[in-house]
Nanobody, 123 residues
Framework: QVQLVESGGGLVQAGGSLKLSCTAS????????MGWFRQAPGEEREFVAA????????YYADSVKGRFTISRDNAKSTVNLQMNSLKVEDTAVYYC????????????????WGQGTQVTVSS
């Protein structure tokens, strides 16, 4: 089992920045590819970003490319999402996910999920 806990959400004005973190406990963190998804009210959950086991590969949704950066620190069992130039449409609950298979992250079929952290961007 892997437990994932997100932190760092909050309220920010459009154009601002936030850094989300997800800390994992349980099984060996570096055995899992990691990713971030988000879900806005009334919308389906959507992919945001993913990172491979060692961090050598990253993948982003077109809507966040160039603004968001995913990174991981395997020594601290943490994956981060640096969000810059935030837009009102980035408002959502952000979820961290872990999967042994990278494609499972991309398809939204992660093995483990966190409880989510709210990000609200005001105009």
């Amino acid at each position: 089992q892997v437990q994932l806990v997100e932190s760092g959400g909050g309220l920010v004005q459009a154009g601002g920045s936030l850094k989300l973190s997800c800390t994992a406990s349980g099984r060996t963190f570096n055995s899992y590819n990691m990713g971030w998804f988000r879900q806005a009210p009334g919308e389906e959950r959507e992919f945001v970003a993913a990172i491979s086991l060692t961090g050598s590969s990253t993948y982003y949704a077109d809507s966040v490319k160039g603004r968001f950066t995913i990174s991981r620190d395997n020594a601290k069992s943490t994956v981060n999402l640096q969000m810059n130039s935030l837009k009102v449409e980035d408002t959502a609950v952000y979820y961290c996910t872990a999967a042994a298979n990278f494609r499972s992250i991309l398809s939204g079929h992660g093995d483990y999920w966190g409880q989510g952290t709210q990000v609200t961007v005001s105009s």
